[in-house]
């Protein structure tokens, strides 16, 4: 009977393997797999850096041929894994292999080249021009390997490069730096329109222009992509010098500090 099928089913199927099928492979690696706190005093500054991209928040204004458009900008960041640093950056409309190399342009003008960086599986991050074969090496079998044909901008840096397992987003400690940026920078912009529909606030409607009975604002009311640039360049900057990080290893001391 149905009955007999619902005991079954709630009694012997183990919670994760349940929780596998209902919810994916995210939700069950993030619940159930095992993990390993990491040590950050076992590193050293600028021993491995962190990569990734974040979508901005709020809105912005960029000048296209037939005039003004609001727009989510992206940054892609680049951070010290022991200090939490934000050590390069670039805002852009678009993420890509130029906005991750510009970023790595700022980190290397200011504080040298790291010996090895940490990155998702994106196309962009694996793209030939900046981390060559290092990909391939790692995810094809053994044997089929490429002849490269040029170096690449992470061979020139001299730099190693680790790709995070999918689904394993915990592992680069730059998420939990987003979601303080999401939380205490984004919100702070007139124009901020939430990380999903869900914390998307009322205001917002306004400029997306969905509020019934009311004016749409006014798109010049919007900061534009320069000015956008600007404004992330201080919060970075402010991060690294007084943001009192509480996280391991940190000891309530800023970035800069450590």
């Known amino acids: 009977s ?7 089913i709630k009694t012997e199927i183990p919670e994760s393997v349940k929780a596998y099928f209902r919810m994916g492979k995210k939700y069950f690696h993030d619940k159930f797999e095992c993990y390993v706190n990491i040590d950050y005093t076992r590193y050293r500054s600028m021993q491995m850096v962190v990569y990734d991209h974040k979508t901005l928040d709020f809105a912005s204004r960029v000048l296209r041929v037939d005039g003004w458009h609001m727009v989510r900008l992206f940054v892609t960041v680049v951070i010290d894994k022991r200090s939490r640093k ?11 292999t130029l906005t991750i190399i510009r970023a790595t342009r700022m980190m290397v003008e200011n504080y040298g080249c790291p010996e090895e960086a940490q990155m998702d599986n994106g196309q962009d991050f694996r793209s030939y021009w900046f981390t ?3 990909w391939n090496e790692q995810h094809l079998k053994f044997g089929a390997k490429e002849a490269k044909a040029v170096s690449s901008v992470i061979d020139d840096l001299g730099t190693a490069v680790h790709f995070t397992e999918p689904y394993r987003g915990q592992s680069k400690n730059i998420e939990r730096f987003f979601g303080f940026m999401a939380s205490e920078f984004d919100k702070e912009f007139d124009s901020y329109l939430g990380s999903n529909t869900v914390t998307r606030p009322d205001e917002a409607k306004l400029y997306l222009g969905s509020f019934d009975g009311a004016t749409k604002r006014d798109i010049m009311e919007l900061p534009t992509i320069e000015e956008t640039r600007e404004l992330v360049g201080g919060f970075m900057r402010w991060y690294g010098a ?4 509480t996280g391991d290893g940190m000891n309530g001391r800023t970035p800069d500090e450590v």
């Not at 934000?86 to 890509?96: A, C, F, H, R």
């Not at 007084?242 to 990080?245: E, F, I, N, Q, V």
């Open 242 to 245: 007084h943001h009192h990080h």
């Open 2 to 8: 149905k009955y007999i099928v619902y005991r079954y």
């Open 86 to 96: 934000p050590l390069g950056w670039w805002v852009d409309e678009t993420p890509s």
């Open 132 to 134: 060559g074969n290092a």
